[in-house]
């Protein structure tokens, strides 16, 4: 039998704010666990929270870019279950009451076009980090750090949409693209801004019921996501296949054995007790705020990947790849302002900056190439001054020093020999010193043309223009 | 009896309490009379009311929004004070019996 999988994507991202969702405590990254703490984040009794507004616009900025309607009175919940990083014993939440919910994303597999909607988007705090691994009590202690207990996160669910790991491959890097424009969330799933979490079913192909699902956590990379998925599909055609039945369960994916692992908690665990959160009023969201977030609303990576195609001409896929970058998509049009040759800045990005980027796991802000360095770049190239193959070189320094193009041209007189009476020069001498080879070409064996442009071009140590030198030696062994 | 003690014993795993036979019986006759009470209330029509969670709906605070925090960071307790009620703090940590479940 045919089966085919159903899924729904619950995402976790982490607002851009730089203190937490209801405490003054810093969200900085890497500080000295539990050092940023305080009676509210640390579950103290008496401890008041108090709604970071920031928070609020930037859930609204979001929920807008989804394309979800902003619910004008939204409650928190209390969310209540027993873990040593979540001190209060509940998470506040939204529950019936979000702020925000019927939304979309568009995308395209293999050129088919898609609507993924979005159930909805909702403001909660997240839990502390537990550290199972690495002291010398692990096999018996947990360690607890609260440095990220009330950091204010949002939840997007997406609705059962999906129909293969790839879709939700796409919906997963549009909705990345989506958040990283709006600079509502870095994305960096490194460093858990950005976590997914997927239900998966499987059903007989063509059905409209859906199957027993499961819950897969920890899909804390785009690889992952993918594999893990891809796992569990199989598991439960598996399982189908062989006449049993799917046990509804949270599923915990490892990443080094490339399984996943039942996580047998107490079936209760999902009876969460939500009730609304008694220490918050409910949060009001008033028409002029949602106006003043839309007015202040970036290009979406959709409207930008068809102004990209319009304005520079440029493919599909490339602008799409652009688009889904707001530093990229920058840099490009910085470029192309600058030297005015859409196509050559766009290959420098996409082919040797790319590549470099990755070699030195470096991002594009962090390394020390601007859109100046590579528009004069372009500019020395496309006007003869070095050839494309000197280009590589000379990129290679300048990425790793940040120097520019034309002083490291200087520097490394790099400059292309384009000057045809010295060329005839070095290709007169070449013919006088192997009259044989000469002779075989006279006699009829022109693919020995090669072989001439090649002692030109040693000669001249790979700085003459290249097809000069072709017009050149063949002038030279055809006179007399 | 509005609930049965086999209910009473789920909430109370749930709310990580542990219940003598003769409390859970105790508990059962009390929520019990509670929820009974409760079906007494649903006998008027609530149809055209809007649902009260919290006191401070009413009067001059009806409909205001809670109250916003600004973005600005401000003092901490820092982690020696952060972990001074922890009774096992380890290398700056909070340090817990393991909990993460076995394979």
């Given at each position: 039998m045919n089966y085919e999988p159903v899924i729904g994507l619950e995402v976790h991202a982490q607002l851009l704010t730089r203190t937490k969702c209801f405490c003054a405590c810093s969200t900085e990254?890497?500080?000295?666990?539990?050092?940023?703490?305080?009676p509210v984040c640390l579950g103290l009794p008496g401890a008041l929270p108090v709604l970071n507004r920031e928070v609020v616009r930037l859930a609204v900025r979001a929920a807008l870019a989804l394309g979800c309607h902003i619910n004008r009175i939204s409650q928190f919940a209390r969310k209540n279950y027993f873990y040593p990083d979540l001190p209060k014993g509940y998470q506040i939440s939204q529950y019936d009451k979000p702020i925000s919910e019927h939304g979309a994303i568009a995308i395209k597999v293999n050129g088919t076009a898609k609507r993924v909607g979005i159930t909805r988007l909702h403001i909660e705090e997240d839990a502390g980090k537990s550290l199972h691994d690495g002291f010398p009590d692990s096999s018996e202690k947990s360690y607890i750090d609260l440095n990220r207990s009330g950091v204010p996160l949002v939840e997007i669910v997406s609705e059962p949409d999906l129909r293969s790991t790839t879709e939700a491959y796409a919906y997963l890097s549009k909705l990345k693209a989506i958040l990283e424009t709006t600079e509502v969330c870095n994305c960096d799933m490194e460093k858990g801004n950005l976590r997914c979490d997927a239900n998966v079913s499987v059903r007989p192909a063509g059905s409209s019921e859906f199957g027993t699902r499961t819950e897969l956590k920890n899909l804390n990379s785009f690889r992952f996501l993918q594999r893990a998925m891809e796992y569990e599909i199989l598991r439960q055609v598996e399982i189908l296949e062989s006449g049993g039945h799917i046990v509804q369960e949270t599923r915990l994916w490892n990443a080094d054995e490339g399984k996943s692992y039942s996580m047998?908690?107490?079936?209760?665990?999902?009876?969460?007790?939500?009730?609304?959160?008694?220490?918050l009023l409910p949060l009001v969201v008033e028409d002029a705020f949602v106006e003043e977030t839309l007015k202040t609303m970036p290009e979406l990576p959709d409207a930008k990947k068809d102004r990209l195609i319009e304005q520079y001409g440029i493919p599909e896929g490339d602008a799409d790849w652009l688009a889904s970058s707001r530093t990229f998509s920058e840099f490009f049009e910085e470029t192309v302002r600058i030297c005015k040759k859409p196509r050559p800045a766009l290959n420098w990005l996409k082919g040797e900056l790319t590549a470099a980027l990755n070699n030195t796991s470096l991002g594009l802000q962090e390394s020390k190439i601007s859109p100046a360095h590579i528009a004069e770049l372009v500019g020395l190239i496309e006007g003869g001054v070095i050839s494309g193959k000197m280009g590589k070189v000379v990129f290679e320094e300048m990425f790793a020093t940040g120097k520019f193009p034309r002083k490291i041209v200087e520097e490394k007189n790099l400059v292309q020999i384009s000057d045809v009476t010295a060329l005839e020069k070095i290709a007169r001498e070449v013919a006088a010193s192997s009259p044989e080879n000469v002779a075989k070409y006279r006699g009829g064996r022109t693919g020995n043309l090669a072989w001439f442009v090649g002692q030109v071009m040693k000669a001249t140590k790979g700085q003459a223009n290249p097809q000069l030198v072709n017009e050149v030696v063949k002038k030279v062994l055809e006179e007399n | 009896m509005k609930i049965s003690e086999e209910e009473v014993q789920y909430v109370a795993k749930l709310a990580n309490l542990e219940l003598t036979p003769e409390e859970v019986k105790t508990f059962t006759h009390q929520l019990s009379s509670i929820l009974e009470h409760m079906e007494t209330l649903n006998e008027v029509s609530t149809d055209d009311v809007e649902p009260m969670t919290r006191i401070p709906d009413f009067g001059e605070l009806a409909s205001s929004s809670t109250p916003f925090r600004e973005d600005v960071p401000g003092p901490t307790i820092g982690t020696e004070r952060a972990l001074g009620n922890a009774p096992d703090p380890g290398q700056k940590y909070f340090r817990v019996p393991k909990v993460i479940a076995d394979r």
């Open positions: 990254f890497g500080a000295s666990p539990n050092s940023n703490t305080c047998r908690s107490k079936e209760e665990a999902h009876d969460y007790r939500y009730f609304p959160e008694p220490d | -």
